[in-house]
C-alpha cells in the first residue's frame, strides 16, 4: 500500500501514513500559465494506492484528482483509496430552481466512477443519510470527528455551552454535547444568500456563560458572525468557534474574529492556521476497517 499526497495535505498525510505505517509519496503537480494543470505520479505502484486530498477549492482539484487516478491505475494500482476529508460539492442536494444541477448527485456518481473507496469527514449530508446515496459504492465511508472535538474541548473547558447555530449542526453538536456532559441548543438560521443569514437563537440563558459554536465548515464566516453577534447581545461572557472544516473564504475569518469571536479553532481537514484537532488516527481506523 503507497499513500500518494498533495503538497496542499502533505503533513496530514505524512501524519496519517506514519499512524499507519505506509510509506507516503507526493504527486508532482505543475500549473501552466494557461491553467491545466500536469501531475507526475511515482512510475511504480503498489496494488492498493491511497491518494489523499481534501477537496476545498475544489474545481481544479476534482481534475486533478481525475488525471491522479487514471494515471495510478495505468502506473499499476488495482484499487484505488480517496482520502478527502473535506468533500466538496454535498450541498447542493436539490435543484433549488428548475434547471439546476444537482452537484451533489453528479459528483458522487464521478467520484463513484473513479474510485473503490471514499473516506471523508463530517461530511454535509442534509436531505440524504448515508454517503453512498451520493456516491454509490459500497464503501462510501462519511466518518464523525466528534470525538477528536469532544476530547479537545474538554481539554480547553472544565464548563461551556455549546451551540449549533442551524438545524444541520444539531448531529455534531448533540453528540459532542452528550459526550462530555456539556449544555447544547440549536439555533434557527434562514439563508437569503452566499453573505446574508439569519438567525434566531434558541430559548435558553446564554447570559454570563462561555458558549462554543460547533459547525461542519466556515465558509464566508457570516453564520459564525450572526452567530456570534447575538450570542453576545443575550450576554455570554465569551464565544468560541470550532469546525471542522475551515474553508475560510475571502474575509471570513477577519468577519468572525471583528464580530467578537475570541478564539476558534478546526480540525486539520484543512490547512489552516486554526487547524489544531488532528484527523489521523480517526482517518486511519476508518481504512484498517476496509482492509
Ligand atoms: C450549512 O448549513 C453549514 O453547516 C454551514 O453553517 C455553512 O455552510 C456556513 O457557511 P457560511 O460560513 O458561509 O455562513
Same mark, same amino acid.
Given at each position: 500500500?503507497?499513500?500518494?499526497?498533495?503538497?496542499?495535505?502533505?503533513?496530514?498525510?505524512?501524519?496519517?501514513?506514519?499512524?499507519?505505517?505506509?510509506?507516503?509519496?507526493?504527486?508532482?503537480? /505543475?500549473?501552466?500559465?494557461?491553467?491545466?494543470?500536469?501531475?507526475?505520479?511515482?512510475t511504480s505502484l503498489p496494488e492498493h494506492?491511497?491518494?489523499?486530498?481534501?477537496?476545498?477549492?475544489?474545481?481544479?482539484?476534482?481534475?486533478?484528482?481525475?488525471?491522479?487516478?487514471?494515471? &495510478?491505475?495505468?502506473?499499476?494500482?488495482?484499487?484505488?483509496?480517496?482520502?478527502?476529508?473535506?468533500?466538496?460539492?454535498?450541498?447542493?442536494?436539490? &435543484?433549488?430552481?428548475?434547471?439546476?444541477?444537482?452537484?451533489?448527485?453528479?459528483?458522487?456518481?464521478?467520484?463513484?466512477?473513479? @474510485?473503490?473507496?471514499?473516506?471523508?469527514?463530517?461530511?454535509?449530508? /442534509?436531505?440524504?443519510?448515508?454517503?453512498?446515496?451520493?456516491?454509490?459504492?459500497?464503501?462510501?465511508?462519511?466518518?464523525?470527528?466528534?470525538?477528536?472535538?469532544?476530547?479537545?474541548?474538554?481539554?480547553? @473547558?472544565?464548563?461551556?455551552?455549546?451551540?449549533?447555530?442551524?438545524?444541520?449542526?444539531?448531529?455534531?453538536?448533540?453528540?459532542?454535547?452528550?459526550?462530555?456532559?456539556?449544555?447544547?441548543?440549536?439555533?434557527?438560521?434562514?439563508?437569503?444568500?452566499?453573505?446574508?443569514?439569519?438567525?434566531?437563537?434558541?430559548?435558553?440563558?446564554?447570559?454570563?456563560?462561555?458558549?462554543?459554536?460547533?459547525?461542519?465548515?466556515?465558509?464566508?464566516?457570516?453564520?459564525?458572525?450572526?452567530?456570534?453577534?447575538?450570542?453576545? &447581545?443575550?450576554?455570554?461572557?465569551?464565544?468560541?468557534?470550532?469546525?471542522? /472544516? &475551515?474553508? @475560510?473564504?475571502?474575509?471570513?475569518?477577519?468577519?468572525?474574529?471583528?464580530?467578537?469571536?475570541?478564539?476558534?479553532?478546526?480540525?486539520?481537514?484543512?490547512?489552516?492556521?486554526?487547524?489544531?484537532?488532528?484527523?489521523?488516527?480517526?482517518?486511519?481506523?476508518?481504512?484498517?476497517?476496509?482492509?
Amino acid at each position: 500500500m503507497l499513500i500518494l499526497a498533495f503538497e496542499d495535505y502533505m503533513v496530514q498525510a505524512q501524519r496519517l501514513g506514519h499512524t499507519l505505517g505506509v510509506a507516503v509519496q507526493k504527486v508532482f503537480l /505543475h500549473h501552466f500559465p494557461d491553467g491545466e494543470s500536469l501531475l507526475r505520479l511515482p512510475t511504480s505502484l503498489p496494488e492498493h494506492v491511497i491518494i489523499c486530498r481534501s477537496l476545498n477549492q475544489p474545481n481544479d482539484k476534482l481534475i486533478e484528482l481525475m488525471l491522479c487516478v487514471q494515471t &495510478a491505475k495505468e502506473l499499476g494500482a488495482k484499487r484505488v483509496t480517496l482520502v478527502a476529508p473535506y468533500l466538496c460539492y454535498m450541498r447542493q442536494d436539490i &435543484a433549488n430552481q428548475a434547471g439546476e444541477a444537482v452537484s451533489q448527485q453528479i459528483i458522487g456518481k464521478m467520484l463513484a466512477g473513479l @474510485f473503490d473507496d471514499v473516506i471523508t469527514v463530517d461530511s454535509h449530508l /442534509h436531505r440524504i443519510s448515508k454517503l453512498n446515496q451520493a456516491i454509490a459504492i459500497n464503501n462510501a465511508i462519511n466518518l464523525m470527528a466528534t470525538d477528536e472535538i469532544s476530547d479537545f474541548l474538554k481539554q480547553q @473547558f472544565e464548563y461551556a455551552v455549546l451551540l449549533g447555530p442551524d438545524a444541520e449542526s444539531q448531529q455534531w453538536v448533540s453528540t459532542i454535547a452528550k459526550k462530555i456532559g456539556f449544555d447544547y441548543s440549536v439555533a434557527e438560521k434562514i439563508r437569503q444568500g452566499d453573505k446574508q443569514v439569519s438567525i434566531t437563537l434558541p430559548e435558553y440563558d446564554f447570559n454570563n456563560k462561555p458558549v462554543v459554536i460547533i459547525d461542519d465548515m466556515a465558509s464566508t464566516g457570516r453564520t459564525i458572525a450572526h452567530a456570534t453577534e447575538l450570542l453576545l &447581545a443575550a450576554g455570554a461572557k465569551q464565544v468560541y468557534v470550532v469546525v471542522t /472544516h &475551515a474553508l @475560510f473564504c475571502g474575509d471570513a475569518e477577519e468577519h468572525i474574529l471583528q464580530a467578537g469571536v475570541k478564539k476558534v479553532w478546526s480540525t486539520d481537514s484543512i490547512s489552516h492556521s486554526t487547524a489544531c484537532i488532528n484527523l489521523d488516527h480517526l482517518l486511519a481506523a476508518a481504512i484498517r476497517k476496509i482492509l
